[in-house]
């Protein structure tokens, strides 16, 4: 059973950065064939996808984050980041990673994902 442990949020200002980062364990193949994804939700909001990554490295962001959001995974550390700068309040929600075995394709919808963390919050104070 694949487990994703979510890590890095916290408390920052208008502008600030966060890098969180998404512990994967439990594959035999760790996340070298996985396709991922960070998500966030806000209180009384969808949970909405924020960025996704394939297998090859194929990275795909929302309107909201291009340019400020950066997805990216380590295989050898079976980890996955996302580096966030120049937040805004409007980025303060729970942020969750998730992930799905496919290999060549590509994922972004919720449906598309087998595997979720239990979130970590980031909170932007204006």
């Known amino acids: 059973q694949v487990q994703l442990v979510e890590s890095g949020g916290g408390s920052v200002q208008t502008g600030g950065s966060l890098r969180l980062s998404c512990a994967a364990s439990?594959?035999?193949?760790?996340?070298?064939?996985?396709?991922m994804a960070w998500f966030r939700q806000a209180p009384g909001e969808e949970r909405e996808t924020i960025a996704s990554?394939?297998?090859?490295?194929?990275?795909s962001y929302a309107e909201s984050v291009k340019g400020r959001f950066t997805i990216s995974k380590d295989n050898a550390a079976n980890t996955l980041y996302l580096q966030m700068n120049s937040l805004k309040p409007e980025d303060t929600a729970m942020y969750y990673c998730?992930?799905?075995?496919?290999?060549?394709?590509?994922?972004?919808?919720?449906?598309?994902?087998?595997?979720w963390g239990q979130g970590t919050q980031v909170t932007v104070s204006s």
């Open positions: 998730a992930a799905v075995v496919r290999s060549g394709g590509f994922c972004y919808t919720y449906a598309d994902f087998a595997y």
């Open positions: 439990g594959s035999t193949y760790g996340i070298s064939l996985y396709c």
């Open positions: 990554i394939n297998n090859l490295g194929l990275t």
